[in-house]
């Protein structure tokens, strides 16, 4: 088989997989379009002297982590303050580590079926 025909299929295949980002514009209410003070709370409890202690034995400097909480949109800012206590710790995304061994898995086994030797 071709590299032009793998190109394609798999670009079909990436076509069908992913999902399609559609934009769509509407109203907002006020409290939407005003300021959040999720970005404040967050900023506020990073200055606290117990996270600052834990994120200098962590390797993080505590005046670094407020710059990068003052660089969050509002929507990013809220969704944080939201899932602060539930998040996981590393950031371990289960469901993209179970897809990355499918999609290589699959791949081998194709590869296998066109090369058995």
Partial sequence: MSTKRIVCRLLVMAMIGMPYQIAT???IDTRGAV???DAA???S???R???ARELH???VDAATAQERVALLSDEEARNLARDIHSAPAGGVYAA???AIIL???LGYAWYKQYNPY
């Fill in 96 to 98: 993209g580590i179970v």
């Fill in 49 to 51: 002297a117990d996270v």
């Fill in 35 to 37: 300021t959040s003070g």
């Fill in 45 to 47: 409890s990073a200055a």
């Fill in 103 to 105: 999609i290589v898995g």
């Fill in 41 to 43: 709370a967050l900023a």
């Fill in 57 to 59: 034995a962590l390797g």
């Fill in 25 to 27: 514009a509407g109203m």
